[in-house]
């Protein structure tokens, strides 16, 4: 059996102590299946790689020290890469060889050989505190420019080829966010929107919907960033000046901004006294039962969001789907939970050999698409569905004051980590790839979902968990789910599943020694989604997920070389 080669990345001076770059070559010879002639190009993900400092251990899943990861493929051959994000929050943490920088789910406290003058300063530091920049998340490409980011206000400029960690970008600089998700949209042009909260800014608690433009007019001496020409497209004000909601994406169609109101919400009071109470941030989370979910639609055109109150049950969703517009409606697919379990289940605590029974959700994530009338009927009486499209069970009723109540249709139970061929993002589409799941966070079956008859084709091997799953369309690709005509139906559609997902094994990253002694399977997880540019296809959005780094006995070659 040959295993794959492995050479020690190349470090400078600074780094050659820590031996964090690592480099596997996976040879064609040994691929069991071929790896399409015209899939060329570089992938790049980004997720957890590092749960303990020294004696010190986070406590979440979500918290540990990024580690970027490169996958250049050509020639049908695989060349991985792998390098820690030199984030200051790392340096500190080695330097001190302790986690001494606070994660959302893991407080850091002074060592207690520390004098009180050093643990005043860090009680008083956390009461405003300064976010980690430890960008564990994503990987957003702006302009001619990669950043990892997190849902801070950080991000870091990354070399994708190097995957070497270059300067430090705080959003504040150029708007005014605390937060922003790390999962950004794209239009046609490479510009990119976001949302981000301005927490108690000026007295007021916002969501503010931003554009970084893809390039900037040419002059003077000096290139500037696209992050300084910024351009804020509307401010929302939340419901509640100290209790803002969380949100981890958002839907985007050429004309319109959805975003959802959830009341799985931040305290910030709490948040604000966490570090005192001996508690971490994330315990100042709550899901509100209580409360309903607003649905945000804003015009891209106009700046302004509409001005019908659309509003739904209380749920907590974590990854759109996508969104489009359609005879005056905006239909949007979300995937949806009854509560906000999940989060939960990624403490590490509960990431051990009872992992089933630990880990197992209260709810089923749900795909439920939703539709919303774009010019209100004044005429409509008081209960009426709003909604008259034949493409959709998808129900908006009629109240009284402007106010409309959305009743979604039910899809598919049992599915997360959505993707979609991303050329029809934003637009009417019909295919979702993901990952199937059911009462475990922990999916086993890779699955393509048909919207219109309803219908699903999975992929599944044992003892493989598989990734998010990433679509590549074929170079010149007519249809949605254009697939190489060598192969058959169902070869072709697991195929390029399997194409987009990673199934190839890599070495532990706590133990980047350049000796194969221990092989570990990619363990999906939550969201990481990446960005990647393949010959004959335009760059898009992706997704790929981290893997755990917990071990499995050394695979079968068939497990190995599985594109």
């Not at 300064?130 to 001619?144: A, H, K, Q, V, Y």
């Not at 966010?177 to 916002?206: E, M, Q, S």
């Not at 509100?288 to 019908?308: A, S």
């Not at 997360?416 to 637009?427: M, S, T």
């Amino acid at each position: 059996m040959r295993w794959p080669s492995v050479r020690q990345g190349e470090r400078s001076q600074e780094e050659s102590s820590s031996a964090d770059t690592l480099i596997l070559d996976f040879p064609a010879s040994r691929a069991v299946s071929k790896i399409p002639a015209w899939l060329q190009g570089t992938l790049l993900r980004n997720g957890p790689g590092k749960h303990t400092v020294g004696e010190t251990r986070y406590n979440h899943w979500f918290d540990g020290l990024a580690l970027l990861h490169s996958f250049t493929i050509r020639n049908g051959e695989v060349h991985y890469r792998s390098r820690y994000l030199r984030s200051d929050t790392y340096n500190a943490n080695v330097k001190a060889n302790r986690i001494v920088v606070s994660e959302f789910g893991t407080m850091a406290y002074p060592d207690p050989s520390k004098n009180i003058f050093s643990r005043a300063f860090s009680y008083l530091s956390h009461t405003i505190p300064d976010f980690t920049d430890n960008c564990l998340i994503n990987i957003m490409r702006c302009g001619e420019d990669f950043y990892a980011t997190t849902e801070t206000n950080y991000i870091r400029k990354i070399n994708p080829q190097t995957l070497e960690t270059l300067e430090k970008v705080d959003y504040r600089k150029y708007v005014t966010v605390n937060l922003a998700t790390a999962h950004p949209h794209y239009d046609a042009a490479g510009n990119v929107f976001n949302i981000g909260t301005a927490i108690v800014d000026n007295g007021k608690t916002r969501y503010v919907v931003f554009k970084i433009p893809a390039a900037v007019p040419e002059g003077g001496m000096k290139k500037k960033s696209p992050l300084e020409h910024v351009e804020v497209l509307c401010s929302i004000a939340s419901r509640s000046l100290f209790s803002p909601s969380y949100y981890h994406s958002f839907g985007i169609t050429e004309n319109y901004i959805v975003f959802l109101e959830q009341p799985f919400k931040m305290d910030i009071l709490k948040m604000a006294t966490a570090y005192i109470r001996g508690v971490s941030w994330a315990s100042c989370l709550t899901f509100h039962k209580e409360d309903m979910t607003y649905i945000h639609i804003i015009d891209q055109r106009t700046g302004k969001p509409l001005p019908t109150k659309f509003y739904t049950d209380p749920m907590v969703v974590f990854h759109h789907v996508n969104a489009y517009e359609e005879d005056g409606c905006l239909l949007f697919d979300v995937i949806a939970y009854k509560d906000s379990s999940l989060y939960q289940n990624f403490n590490l605590a509960n990431l051990n050999q009872d992992l089933e029974e630990n880990c197992k959700v209260t709810s089923i994530p749900t795909l439920k698409r939703f539709a919303v009338p774009l010019c209100m009927d004044k005429n409509a009486e008081v209960g009426s569905n709003l909604i008259k499209l034949a493409s959709t069970t998808a129900r908006a009723l009629k109240e009284k004051d402007d106010q409309v109540y959305c009743q979604p249709e039910l899809l598919y139970e049992g599915l997360e980590l959505p993707g979609i061929n991303y050329a029809h993002n934003g637009k009417q589409y019909r295919y979702i790839y993901a990952a199937q799941v059911q009462w475990s966070p922990i999916p086993t079956k890779v699955l393509k979902y048909d919207i219109v008859t309803k219908s699903s084709l999975t992929w599944s091997e044992e003892h493989c968990w598989p990734a998010e799953p990433l679509f590549v369309p074929t170079p010149g690709a007519k249809d949605e789910d254009d697939e190489d005509a060598s192969f058959n139906q169902q070869e072709a559609t697991m195929g390029q599943l399997s194409a987009g997902s990673s199934k190839a094994l890599v070495h532990r990253p706590e133990n980047h020694d350049g000796i194969l002694s221990q092989w570990w399977l990619p363990w999906l997880l939550l969201h990481h989604w990446v960005l990647v540019k393949f010959q004959g296809s335009p760059a898009f959005k992706c997704s790929i997920q981290s893997h755990t780094s917990r071990p499995r006995p050394v695979p079968s070659r068939k497990q190995v070389c599985r594109s």
